[in-house]
T-cell receptor
Framework: AQKVTQAQTEISVVEKEDVTLDCVYE???????LFWYKQPPSGELVFLIR??????QNEISGRYSWNFQKSTSSFNFTITASQVVDSAVYFC???????????????FGKGTKLSVKP | GAGVSQSPSNKVTEKGKDVELRCDPI?????LYWYRQSLGQGLEFLIY????????KSGLPSDRFSAERTGGSVSTLTIQRTQQEDSAVYLCASSLGRVGYNSPLHFGNGTRLTVT
C-alpha cells in the first residue's frame, strides 16, 4: 500500500525561527516521485518541489530546503528564517510510477499547518 | 487560461439535491484530476482523466459521484442526491502529462460545497 504520513498536525513558530516539516512515505515501487505543495489561507495549492526516487541530492531554494533520505523513506522540508507569509498548510505527496502502477494520481498526506507569528 | 478555473467558488445545497461542479483546466494540459478536501483532512483522490483514455474512477466514494470531461478540456463533477458528508472543498487540478512523469499538478481554488 502507498501512504504518506505527516505526523505534525500543527506547528507554531516565531518569525525568523527555522522549522522542519516531516514527511514519511510508504511504497513498494522502486520508481516514484515526491512532491511538496503549499496551501495558503487563500486556498489554492501551490507546487513547491518534486523529486524523483533516483535523485537523493538535497535541494535548496532560497529559504527552503528539502532532505530526501531513501533509507528512512523521508522527504523533510525545512524553512530557514521563517516569515509570516510562510503561514500555510503544507502537503507532502507521493506519485506512483508512470508504468505499472495506477494512472498517476497523487497520494497526499494530511498536511501540516504552519503558523508563523511576528 | 492562465490557471485552473473552478466554478462556483461556493455552493450551498439541500440534502438530496444534485449539484454540478465545473473545472476549466490550463490550456494544453492533457491530464485533469478531481480531489476532495474535507475539514482537517488531506486531499482525497476522486477521479483522473488523461487524454482520450478511460478515466481512473477508483477514488469515487459512491455511485452518486460521476464526472465527465468534454472535448478533452472542461470537466464537470456531478454529485447526485447529496448527503451532509459530501460537504467539502472540491479541488480540480491539471497537469501537462501524467503526474508520475515529472509533471506537477496545478490546482484551482476549489469549490466549497455545503450540504444542509
Amino acid at each position: 500500500a502507498q501512504k504518506v504520513t505527516q505526523a505534525q498536525t500543527e506547528i507554531s513558530v516565531v518569525e525568523k525561527e527555522d522549522v522542519t516539516l516531516d514527511c514519511v512515505y510508504e511504497t513498494r515501487d522502486t520508481t516514484y516521485y515526491l512532491f511538496w505543495y503549499k496551501q495558503p489561507p487563500s486556498g489554492e495549492l501551490v507546487f513547491l518541489i518534486r523529486r524523483n526516487s533516483f535523485d537523493e541530492q538535497n535541494e535548496i531554494s532560497g529559504r527552503y530546503s528539502w532532505n530526501f533520505q531513501k533509507s528512512t523513506s523521508s522527504f523533510n522540508f525545512t524553512i530557514t528564517a521563517s516569515q509570516v507569509v510562510d503561514s500555510a498548510v503544507y502537503f507532502c505527496a507521493l506519485a506512483p510510477p508512470l508504468i505499472g502502477g495506477s494512472q498517476g494520481n497523487l497520494i497526499f498526506g494530511k498536511g501540516t499547518k504552519l503558523s508563523v507569528k511576528p | 487560461g492562465a490557471g485552473v478555473s473552478q466554478s462556483p467558488s461556493n455552493k450551498v445545497t439541500e440534502k438530496g439535491k444534485d449539484v454540478e461542479l465545473r473545472c476549466d483546466p490550463i490550456s494544453g494540459h492533457t491530464a485533469l484530476y478531481w480531489y476532495r478536501q474535507s475539514l482537517g483532512q488531506g486531499l482525497e483522490f476522486l477521479i483522473y482523466f488523461q487524454g482520450n483514455s478511460a478515466p481512473d474512477k477508483s477514488g469515487l466514494p459512491s455511485d452518486r459521484f460521476s464526472a465527465e470531461r468534454t472535448g478533452g478540456s472542461v470537466s464537470t463533477l456531478t454529485i447526485q442526491r447529496t448527503q451532509q458528508e459530501d460537504s467539502a472543498v472540491y479541488l480540480c487540478a491539471s497537469s501537462l502529462g501524467r503526474v508520475g512523469y515529472n509533471s506537477p499538478l496545478h490546482f484551482g481554488n476549489g469549490t466549497r460545497l455545503t450540504v444542509t
